[in-house]
């Protein structure tokens, strides 16, 4: 274990510390330490979507957690989809406990314009036929962006589960819950800073064939503010940690060992 690494993943919308059920094992028996986190009123933790106000409640379990780890310790942060945003705010607050931050398929922000702005252009990308069954409400109105969302089990299997067993998509249907987007909390344009966001080693692992983040998108991200690296996983899909789970477990590996022997 001296040479391992803690890794801490941040799951998507909807989805909750579960769906790592299959990298956890497998970096666990690497040698590495693992923390996956289930975020507010996601996963198995214990307060309902109205009882999560704001984005500070939502990513509160992942605050918490990095704020306890010891000062001299670095961990590899890992967001999938969604939980880019929100590895994005704990780069923000706590640089210096992260060796590098990784977006698999995941909004990773830029400077010039607030983080919400991703969630805007995704949508404008994205037609209302291709969310076939997906349910979105509209708490403050339905002139107004949309409040929260849960996947449809229908878009579930013909998109964001397309390369899984079916078992996989079984468990999903059982296990998501609906996840806030908090679009007028990611428009505040001060949330990351140069100084702190800035200074953290960004990885970015592209997913082929994802019909969700659409590699399109991804690349336009990438784009706008280039990572230290880009990774690619062929013919995984959206959900890769359940599609192709040892092509990503190698890749974190090989991340975690070139940015420990960076000077």
Wanted: net charge negative.
């Amino acid at each position: 274990m001296e040479s391992g690494k803690h890794f801490v993943l941040v799951h998507g919308a909807c989805h909750g510390a579960w769906c790592w059920f299959k990298l956890v094992n497998m970096l666990k028996l690497a040698g590495h330490q693992v923390t996956a986190l289930d975020l507010g009123a996601s996963g198995v933790h214990k307060r309902q979507l109205d009882e999560i106000s704001c984005v500070a409640d939502y990513v509160h379990p992942l605050m918490e957690f990095m704020d306890s780890l010891p000062q001299d310790e670095k961990v590899i942060l890992v967001g999938h989809s969604y939980g880019g945003l929100c590895i994005s705010l704990a780069m923000e607050n706590f640089p210096e406990k992260i060796l590098v931050a990784v977006f698999v398929s995941a909004y990773m922000p830029h400077l010039k314009s607030p983080p919400g702005s991703l969630i805007q252009q995704y949508f404008k990308r994205t037609s209302a036929e291709s969310l076939m069954d997906c349910h979105f409400t509209f708490a403050k109105g339905l002139e107004k962006p949309p409040t929260s969302a849960i996947f449809g089990p229908q878009y579930m299997k013909a998109k964001l589960y397309k390369h899984c067993k079916p078992e996989d998509l079984e468990l999903a249907k059982m296990l998501i819950r609906p996840t806030g987007l908090f679009l007028e909390d990611f428009a505040d344009d001060s949330l990351l800073t140069e100084m702190k966001f800035g200074s953290v080693n960004r990885v970015f692992v592209v997913c082929e064939d994802d019909e969700v983040m659409m590699e399109e998108f991804q690349e336009d991200m990438i784009k706008r503010n280039p990572p230290k690296e880009v990774k690619v996983i062929k013919e995984c899909g959206h959900m890769v940690m359940l599609s192709k789970p040892k092509e990503l477990c190698q890749c974190l590996e090989d991340i975690a060992h070139k940015f420990s022997n960076l000077p």
